[in-house]
């Protein structure tokens, strides 16, 4: 699959894709310069300034992007085949998530727009007629991880479409080739010149992009670090900025939940993507006096996954997307050893059968105390913790004792129980029995660490509008 994605401009400096499984490149692609950013960013200017896109009636723009999403349902294997190789998910979850969310989402957007209020009228208080309408903010960049690439890359480029806006993309060093694929697409469907520009590249490309005077919104989604210095970034040039970061999310199972559907509930919400999901529940929050059940259901379906190679339609887990990223979650795991936290499946070893790639094999903690950095930092990696608690008010501290407030969820035969708990959890999302599910007319998003602003739903598309009051005397 070796391959030279060829990008206009000085092909000096390039990115080289390389295989999570293979630990091989499979692509070179040209890489961004500063000065490939500020042409990006001029010719956004111009379209938002003084080109048509902004000026189309809403309906027009909408009835572009469902030509987007027919385009993109064509191409839906090969884009799976692309992210899969890139970032090392496995098939099967790449077709059904990676390419099979994003798919959903540009429909789904597309409907919730065709109800927006762009335009409404009310009576003001001194008796004169406010019109209200909303306009697009201007030119957005959106910077997006490798992890859901494409998945990240819609819920901000297909809102900000619609609305009339102009966007930069920059795509993770990691994963440029979903969103070389994607522009293709964009160029199919005959946007006007300068609407949609990918700019690959590393952080510092990013960073030049937050910081550039001529964008209007910088739309991110990223590590809570790299969140703080991106809206460093905006603050100078009082850019607005919507901030999509990291989580460490708690799953509170009652003590009338069964274990069998909770470890179902929590492989699949917990362990997808290898664990390299933001709202990932990673901290297991479990009755002390069912530990040990809660414990062995979860530990069995942790032992019976398939872990390998990525293009295996069976394979359930895949490579972690670098051997950094590898080290990275091999470290915590020794870390929660150290801590006292007791090691119940897993490990730092290879799994099984594999002796290459960047493999990590699905790793239970238990015993644990939410004070352990296991339980309290995001290792973005295969790993769980279980974290014991005495009762209902004690599982509720725990889940809001924490840095991050993106996620959650609660597990129990009792559904009203289970939303009044929801309620007294700090968080932008939860769910009752089920992992957050990412519906595409619900907003998405985070408090405290991890992040603030909304995407998906109506307010995934107030995030790229501007709001004006026309006053008109009677």
């Known amino acids: 699959m070796e391959a030279d994605w060829s990008l206009d401009g000085d092909h000096s400096h390039q990115i080289e894709v390389v295989s999570p499984h293979t630990e091989q490149p499979i692509a070179r692609v040209a890489a961004s310069l500063p000065a490939d950013v500020d042409a990006a960013v001029a010719a956004a200017r111009a379209a938002v300034d003084r080109g048509p896109w902004p000026r189309l009636p809403p309906d027009e723009r909408i009835a572009a992007l469902r030509r987007l999403a027919d385009v993109y349902s064509q191409r839906r294997e090969q884009m799976a085949q692309l992210i899969s190789a890139e970032i090392g998910a496995p098939i099967s979850f790449a077709k059904r998530a990676q390419v099979g969310l994003p798919t959903m989402m540009m429909s789904a957007f597309c409907d919730v727009a065709e109800t927006y209020p762009w335009h409404e009228s009310r009576p003001g208080f001194f008796g004169a007629d406010v019109r209200i309408r909303r306009e697009p903010v201007g030119v957005v960049a959106a910077i997006v991880p490798w992890n859901m690439p494409q998945f990240l890359i819609v819920t901000k480029l297909v809102p900000a479409l619609i609305a009339g806006c102009a966007v930069v993309l920059k795509p993770a060093p990691e994963s440029p080739l979903d969103a070389l694929l994607l522009a293709e697409m964009i160029e199919q469907i005959g946007l006007p010149e300068g609407v949609v520009t990918v700019v690959p590249g590393d952080a510092a490309v990013g960073a030049h992009l937050a910081s550039h005077p001529g964008v209007d919104k910088v739309s991110f989604t990223g590590s ?14 009082l850019t607005k900025v919507s901030l999509e970061l990291g989580g460490k999310s708690a799953a509170i199972v009652l003590d009338d939940a069964d274990p069998e559907m909770v470890a179902a509930g929590v492989r699949s919400a917990s ?6 999901i933001c709202n990932a529940l990673t901290r297991i929050v479990v009755p002390a006096a069912r530990e040990e059940e809660f414990v062995d259901a979860l530990a069995a379906r942790m032992s019976a996954l398939k872990v390998g190679d990525p293009a295996d339609p069976a ?3 895949g490579p972690l997307v670098s051997r950094r990223q590898q080290q990275r979650v091999r470290d915590y795991i020794e870390l929660g050893r150290r801590e006292g936290a007791r090691l119940v499946v897993g490990g730092t070893d290879l799994p099984a059968g594999l002796d290459t790639g960047w493999y990590v094999q699905p790793t239970l903690f238990a015993a644990a105390d939410n004070s352990m950095r296991i339980a309290r930092e995001e290792i973005f990696g295969p790993v769980l913790t279980v974290i014991p ?3 209902e008010r004690d599982a509720i501290a725990i889940a809001n004792d924490s840095d991050y407030g993106l996620a959650g969820s609660v597990w129990t035969a009792d559904t009203d129980r289970g939303v009044r708990i929801a309620e007294q959890v700090r968080t932008g999302t939860f769910g009752v029995n089920q992992g957050y599910t990412m519906d595409p ?3 998405f998003g985070g408090v405290k660490d991890s992040g603030y602003g909304r995407e998906l739903g109506r307010e995934g598309l107030d995030g790229y509008v501007e709001t004006k009051s026309i006053a008109v005397a009677g």
């Not at 362990?271 to 390299?276: A, D, K, V």
């Open 224 to 237: 809570s670090s790299a969140g703080r210095a991106v809206a460093t970034a905006c603050a100078a040039n």
């Open 271 to 276: 362990l997808s993507n290898s664990g390299q």
């Open 315 to 317: 394979t359930e887990l």
């Open 389 to 391: 608690y005495e009762d």
């Open 441 to 443: 007319f619900a907003p």
